[in-house]
Structures are given as structure tokens and as C-alpha cells.
């Protein structure tokens, strides 16, 4: 059973271009958790998905920021016209079920570079 | 999101028992313990979670104190690949999906 996938593990933009996150959780898993980490900082919850529906954005910036999880295909998480403070790693977790007994696998993480 | 305080980083041996702590005084009665851990470059990963009662997996034990304000993660063998960042984090039973990360305690494992 393969683990959670990210792709691309890297990713170098310059200022402005779109930035483009796929995950694709673990097979059964119909719940998406995106979180960033700046460097040399704690990981921060971004948004929560469910297939088709984005049930918690509380963590996601109010512009350039959009998520989403279709019925078929992976999670992408989407920045638009990025700047230098988007230089992050972008992980994504997934879980089967809600519920605090069900833990969150984690991806290995996309790192953004923008020049 | 109940607050947890743990110390920055602590130093072990391999082969060595390893004893985390951390101190949530304003846990609710509600609040699950949870344990994850980052390993460098990689994604954080589960270790355990508990609620009143200590809690033994493969991986770790976690010691909760009577009062629940504090609990102990316990590595029985420290390994070289037991180093990472070890976060404790309050999930509350009626509460959001999403995990709250503090700053953690970075172990460093000696060979």
C-alpha cells in the first residue's frame, strides 16, 4: 500500500509565476490535510478537504491561495503570482476517516523555491 | 487550541531509554494526547496518542501524569534513526481535523 505522494518533490519559480502542488493520498483515504513549513519554523495547518468540498480553510491566506480535491484525480493546492515568502516545504497528510483515533500519514513534502 | 510547552531540544545515546516531556496545564477534559515526530527532510509521521491511561505501541510509550497536565513520551532504545523533531499536541474529541505543531523537541541521538 503506497504512502502518501507528493510530486513535484522540488519546485523552483520566479516571482509571479503559479505554483502548482499535487497529493495524492493513500489508497481509501477521502480526507486531504495540507500544512506549511517556513524555513526554520513549526508547521502550520493550511486547509482541510474532503472529496469535492473544503470543509476547514481557516489556515489559508485570503489571496493567491486555492485548494482543491475532485472526485477524481489528486489533491492540488494552487499559488498564484508567488513571492520570495512563499518559499516553503508544502505537506500534505491524509486520513480515512475524521475523527481524533484516525492519525494523518504525511507526504514527503514539496519544497518551493521562488527566485 | 490548549497550549503545550516542550523543551527545545534534549541529547541521548543510542541504545538508551529517552524520556520526552510535556506540559499541558490547560488541557481539558476533552483533549487527546497525540505524538508526532519529523524526521530530517521528510514528512512528521504518528508515534501515539492517549487519553487518561499510559498507552504502549510499537513504536513508543506514553506516560500520562494522574492530573493529565503533563505526559512523558518514552523510547525504550534510542537509535540513530529515533533522531527528530518530537511535537505533542492537544486534539480535542468535539474539535477541528487539523493538527496544531509547537515548536517540538529536537533529539539528537549520540552513536
Known amino acids: 500500500n503506497a504512502g502518501v505522494m507528493q510530486n513535484p518533490r522540488h519546485l523552483v519559480r520566479r516571482r509571479g509565476q503559479e505554483a502548482r502542488l499535487r497529493c495524492s493520498p493513500m489508497k481509501g483515504h477521502s480526507h486531504v490535510y495540507w500544512y506549511r513549513q517556513l524555513p526554520e519554523e513549526g508547521l502550520k495547518f493550511m486547509v482541510y478537504?474532503?472529496?469535492?468540498?473544503?470543509?476547514?480553510e481557516s489556515g489559508m491566506p485570503k489571496e493567491r491561495f486555492s485548494a482543491e480535491f475532485p472526485k477524481e484525480g489528486p489533491s492540488i493546492l494552487r499559488i498564484q503570482q508567488v513571492v520570495r515568502g512563499d518559499s516553503a516545504a508544502y505537506f500534505c497528510?491524509?486520513?480515512?476517516?475524521?475523527?481524533?483515533?484516525?492519525?494523518?500519514?504525511f507526504g514527503p513534502g514539496t519544497r518551493l523555491t521562488v527566485l | 487550541d490548549a497550549k503545550t510547552t516542550q523543551p527545545n531540544s534534549m541529547e541521548s545515546n543510542e541504545e538508551e531509554p529517552v524520556h520526552l516531556p510535556c506540559n499541558h496545564s490547560t488541557i481539558s477534559g476533552t483533549d487527546y494526547i497525540h505524538w508526532y515526530r519529523q524526521l530530517p527532510s521528510q514528512g512528521p509521521e504518528y508515534v501515539i496518542h492517549g487519553l487518561t491511561s499510559n498507552v504502549n505501541n510499537r513504536m513508543a510509550s506514553l506516560a500520562i501524569a494522574e492530573d493529565r497536565k503533563s505526559s512523558t513520551l518514552i523510547l525504550h532504545r534510542a537509535t540513530l534513526r529515533d533522531a527528530a523533531v518530537y511535537y505533542c499536541i492537544l486534539r480535542d474529541m468535539g474539535g477541528s481535523e487539523k493538527l496544531v505543531f509547537g515548536k517540538g523537541t529536537k533529539l539528537t541521538v549520540n552513536p
Open positions: 497528510a491524509s486520513s480515512p476517516s475524521r475523527g481524533l483515533y484516525n492519525e494523518q500519514f
Open positions: 478537504l474532503q472529496k469535492e468540498n473544503i470543509i476547514d
